[in-house]
């Protein structure tokens, strides 16, 4: 293999019309081919990105540092199936979602709140199991757009590429959660909450607070609250 083939390959690229199409679920890898074959999509991308994570693997043993990732990985995961996201991507401590279909914005949200909850019964666990200050923290981030989905990569080593806001703004978005704050959401995703996922508590009271993007300059809103089940 030279730089004359892989250029030869690049130009292809660039040179071959794509053929798109509408979607209204999550495409299968092996729906979409490696050629420029595009899956279009209404969704909302969920990342949820374990906190500190380098400061776990420098601080603690291997072995602990292992069960924690897998319990949080694990955990999330489950909350996102349980509420019909599908698993799209991991990469290290985090995890990609993506929701379709009428109650994806709700759907993700409360899978969001969600997490929040559980990281705290996995902090009871982790405290009542071993002898460690450690606190396991996380930030959620979600968006909501239009996704174009492609196959990249080459035969025998690909995946799906999701290009689109959402995929950015959600990785981005975790970027500005912390233990005060750990979900935030984007106004087109808070916009199109229904009220169960807007209010909680006794007396009823909003769950989220509008704060300002300044990096991006739009509007976001973030939540410190927690979703038993």
Known sequence: MTSKDILAEVNNIFSTRWSTRDGRKVPDADEVRLGNDAVSIDGTVLYADMADSTSLVNNCKDWFAAGVYKAYLVSACRIIRDNGGEITAFDGDRVMAVFTGNRKN????????????IVKEINKVIKSSYNTAYQLSQTVGIDTSKLFIARTGIRNANDLVWVGRAANYAAKLCTLGDTNYPTHITESVYSALDEEAKFGGNPRRMMWEKRMWTERGIVVYRSNWWWPF
């Open 106 to 117: 709700n759907s993700a949200a409360k899978t969001a709140l969600q997490i929040n909850f």
